[in-house]
């Protein structure tokens, strides 16, 4: 039974995707205007949803974040994307960066890498 909603999970997160630009098809949980960072692949593990910036994640969390949610509310002139550096107080290059309701259930390059992140106009 759990893999099965594993796989339902799987697919949904899926459809969200490709519905990424609507703000109301959203499939992960995380709270709308807030950043959402896991430690597990596909929005699993521990969980930390932000509202503004964190320069300095905790260690439960600093090289830890394996997928990640931007469901930030976007406009004029709001910091909607989301860029996540290496390193704590936002050093060591971006990892990755989020555009307004992008949802990332895993990304073999940024993996246990973020230590930081920032709200930000673009990418
Ligand atoms: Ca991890």
């Known amino acids: 039974m ?6 339902l999970a799987a697919a949904l997160i899926c459809t969200g995707t490709v519905l990424a630009t609507s703000a109301d098809a959203e499939a992960v949980s995380c709270r ?3 950043f959402c960072v896991w430690t597990h692949a596909n929005f699993d593990g521990m ?3 932000h509202s503004g910036d964190d320069h300095w994640w905790e260690g439960n969390m600093n090289n830890q974040d394996s997928s990640w949610a931007n469901h930030g509310v976007s406009g004029p002139g ?4 989301v860029k996540i550096y290496d390193g704590r107080e936002l050093t060591g290059g971006v990892t990755l960066c989020l555009a307004p309701g992008q949802e990332i259930s895993y990304n073999g390059g ?14």
């Not at 940024?110 to 990418?123: L, V």
């Open 2 to 7: 759990k893999r099965l909603t594993a796989l």
């Open 32 to 34: 709308r205007g807030y």
């Open 47 to 49: 969980k930390i949803e």
């Open 78 to 81: 709001v910091k909607d994307h």
């Open 110 to 123: 940024a993996n246990d890498k973020g230590g930081s992140h920032t709200w930000a106009s673009r990418c």
